[in-house]
Each structure stands twice: as C-alpha cells, then as structure tokens.
C-alpha cells in the first residue's frame, strides 16, 4: 500500500490495552470536528464527530473527546485490537458563511497495535 | 454501491507528461472532491465541485484542471507534470444539503491514486 506518512508520530500500544490519539487545532472558530481511520492503500475512513457545542461523544469502541479551552481533541479507542491498526485524522471545519465551509485535515497519528 | 471509484491505483509520469486521475461515485452525491496527501501531511484540497457543471478552486490547485459534466464522474488532470505533483491522489463525494459542508454528510474517500513523476 501507499506510504501515507513516513514522518508521522507513532502510538504502539499493546493489544487490549486503551489508546489514545490527540490533535490540537488552532481555529477557536472550528465548530465540528471529525476522526478520519486510513488503513493502508486505502482512503480515509469517516469514524466518529463531533459539534462544538459538545465535549464529548461515544460510538463503538471509541470516544472522542474536545476541550474548547485549549483547543484540544482526543480519540480514545476501547480494547484495541489488531485492526486498529492504521493511521488516525482528525478534521476540523471552521464555519465560513457566505464563502463556505472550510475543511482541514491534520497530519495524522500512526497506531501500530502489537499481539 | 461500489462507493466511491478511483483509476488508476498507480502510475509513472515523466515530467511534462499528461494524464487524467478518473474519479467515480454512484452514491448520487453531488459535492466531489479532490485531495492529494503528501508523506506525514494532511489531505490537501485541490478542487471541488458542488454539482454537475459546477467547479471550483481549492487549496492548491497550481498545475491541475477538473471537469464535472455528469454527477458521478469528476476527472482530475494533470497537463505538465513536475516532481512536485508526486504524491496519493484521493477522490472523495459526499451528500450536502445547499450552502456547505453538511455536519451529519462525512466525506467518503476512494482507495486512492498514487503518482510519481520522474
């Protein structure tokens, strides 16, 4: 498969254990953010969001987690297991009114999980 | 639904060379993007369109061209290639209600097309 991200930070954690990704983003006008998964050779993958009007959210085995504060985003991944491995998005869309939203991506987590 | 389409999943241009990145979704969306991602960035995007006929320019889209004449297919081409064009090419739709993104309408991505230029 492609090679994604050969600079990007890496998270190994031990099968069964927790993980958690971060993501800061710098727009205190961002009102949605997104977890993207990436598998290798494939495209992303859309896993869980949430509204800034929120600071947390759960969906099968993951939970995202947004402090407005400090402008910090977290997923958390439940018992993690070998499929998780991937490499992890988070997406923020700073409302634009008449110009439309804006979408960015960050660079990415790669979470390599071991047997 | 096959999902979203991309062809072909590789390819090696020499510079100058020219090609067509093809791009199809049978989801009905009528937003579809382009994306390309360089090693330990995030996507990049090139161009976007809201519908048939209708395109647009977005974060950088120096060195490329797109057509949307149907809904389902949205072609990225490439007319001179350069070195810095080497990279995953991603395609992406999703179903937004008028006015922008939709919150509750994520983007759904190809598999991707990777290029080189030599």
């Known amino acids: 498969g492609e090679s994604v991200g050969l600079h990007l930070p890496t998270l190994s954690v031990q099968e069964g254990d927790n993980s958690i990704i971060n993501c800061a983003y710098s727009n205190s006008a961002s009102d949605y953010f997104i977890w993207y998964k990436q598998e290798s050779g494939k495209g992303p993958q859309f896993i869980i969001d949430?509204?800034?009007?929120?600071d947390k959210r759960q969906g099968q085995r993951v939970t995202v987690l947004l402090n407005k504060t400090v402008k910090h985003l977290s997923l958390q991944i439940a018992a993690t297991q070998p499929g998780d491995s991937a490499v992890y998005f988070c997406a923020e869309i700073v409302p634009g009114g008449a110009a439309g939203n804006k979408l960015t991506f960050g660079g990415g987590t790669r979470v390599l999980v071991k047997p | 639904n096959a999902g979203v389409t991309q062809t072909p999943k590789f390819r090696i241009l020499k510079i100058g060379q020219s090609m067509t990145l093809q791009c199809a979704q049978d989801?009905?969306?009528?937003?579809m993007y382009w994306y390309r991602q360089d090693p330990g960035m995030g996507l990049k995007l090139i161009y976007y369109s809201v519908g048939a006929g209708i395109t647009d320019k977005g974060e950088v889209p120096n060195g490329y061209n797109v057509s949307r004449s149907t809904t389902e297919d949205f072609p990225l081409r490439l007319e001179l290639a350069a070195p810095s064009q080497t990279s995953v090419y991603f395609c992406?739709?999703?179903?937004?209600?008028?006015?922008?993104?939709?919150?509750?309408?994520?983007?759904?991505f190809g598999n991707g097309t990777r290029l080189t230029v030599t």
């Open positions: 989801m009905n969306h009528n937003y």
């Open positions: 992406a739709s999703n179903l937004q209600p008028p006015g922008g993104i939709s919150y509750n309408s994520p983007l759904h």
């Open positions: 949430i509204r800034s009007n929120m």
